[in-house]
Nanobody, 124 residues
Framework: QVQLVESGGGLVQAGGSLRLSCAAS????????IGWFRQAPGKEREFVAT????????YYADSVKGRFTISRDNANNTVYLQMNSLKPEDTAVYYC?????????????????WGQGTQVTVSS
């Protein structure tokens, strides 16, 4: 079992920044990989960012590449999503998730555990 708790969402103006945190507990941190997804009203949940299974690489959706950065603190079992140059279209509920096998990282169904989500609202 993996428990995930997101924090750091809020309201920000376009061009601003936010840092989301995902605190993980339960299963040994090194045995799974964290990914970030988001879901806007009326839209499907979409991939945002994650780490490769080897841990040596990071992957981003094209829509956030160059603006968002995923990082992790292994000592504290926490993953971060630094979001810069935010746009109104980034408005969504952001979820962190954990996959316990090296499957397709883009698909939500690949992930086995999910947090409750944190709202990010970007005003124009």
């Amino acid at each position: 079992q993996v428990q995930l708790v997101e924090s750091g969402g809020g309201l920000v103006q376009a061009g601003g920044s936010l840092r989301l945190s995902c605190a993980a507990s339960g299963r040994t941190f090194s045995t799974y990989r964290i990914g970030w997804f988001r879901q806007a009203p009326g839209k499907e949940r979409e991939f945002v960012a994650t780490f490769s299974w080897s841990g040596g690489s990071t992957y981003y959706a094209d829509s956030v590449k160059g603006r968002f950065t995923i990082s992790r603190d292994n000592a504290n079992n926490t993953v971060y999503l630094q979001m810069n140059s935010l746009k109104p279209e980034d408005t969504a509920v952001y979820y962190c998730s954990a996959r316990i096998k090296p499957r397709d990282y883009v698909l939500p169904r690949t992930y086995d555990y999910w947090g409750q989500g944190t709202q990010v609202t970007v005003s124009s």
